[in-house]
């Protein structure tokens, strides 16, 4: 069996708190999946070795993290969790370049509120996000995990949108970036966990099918 540190790694985000959200659950969903016995045993499933971020809410933080986590882990899939505002878990296919307006913990927004790297306006996910989906609602069903997930063609023009772009840029062909309901949700932190989870393995189960464990590229 591989030692753990010489297995590819599979990086997993969330988010911190902001304006009226003391707590987010996107980073506590990462939390529950990667933690303890639950994390050691998706580890040993998967022949991975699970890296989270915590991620401030901060375009600065996005702009030197994001880069630094692909350079130093090369990793086999990124997948970036944050929330959304009501009920329904989307796994976002694209992003943009462009139009972020909103300000950040900071009360910042982006040089001409463009994401610092890249130059296409839309950059999108080169998964199968429609497969994807399929065995993601399979796989939630076989667990008896009653949410709503659908795609979306918009992660929105704040630090959700802004991250995955960034991390589209190092390589479209292995991220995505799954909107979970809010703190307010009443769906408790463990279906959300589910779903993280769900989307973090069917895509790794995609990505091995493809492409096996092969390195981002290194620049």
């Known amino acids: 069996m591989a030692e753990i540190c ?3 790694a599979v990086i997993l985000t969330g988010f911190g708190p902001f304006k009226d959200h003391k707590t987010n659950d996107s980073w506590a969903a990462v939390c529950q999946i990667t933690q303890g016995d639950r994390g050691k045993s998706i580890e040993e499933s998967l022949g ?3 890296v989270t971020e915590h991620m401030p809410v901060s375009y600065d933080f996005a702009d030197r993290a994001i880069p630094d986590l692909w350079e130093a882990h090369k990793p086999l899939f990124v997948l970036h969790v944050g929330i959304h505002v009501d009920d329904l878990f ?17 009360g910042k927004t982006p040089e001409q509120n463009i994401c610092r790297v890249g130059t296409e306006e839309i950059l999108e996910t080169k998964l199968d996000t429609v497969k994807l989906l399929e065995d993601v609602k399979a796989t939630l069903g076989s667990k008896g995990t009653n949410v709503e997930v659908a795609l979306s063609e918009n992660p929105g023009n704040f630090l959700c949108g802004y991250s995955f772009y960034t991390s589209l840029c190092a390589d479209a062909e292995r991220c995505l970036f799954l909107h979970i309901p809010p703190p307010s949700s009443s769906i408790p932190i463990e279906h959300k966990a589910d779903v993280v989870e769900a989307v973090m393995i069917r895509s790794v189960e995609q990505l091995r099918a493809t492409c096996g464990n092969r390195e981002a590229p290194r620049s």
């Open 90 to 106: 989307r796994i976002e296919t694209k992003s943009f370049r462009s139009n972020y307006t909103s300000k950040d913990i900071n």
């Open 48 to 50: 991975v070795r699970l």
């Open 6 to 8: 010489d297995r590819p």
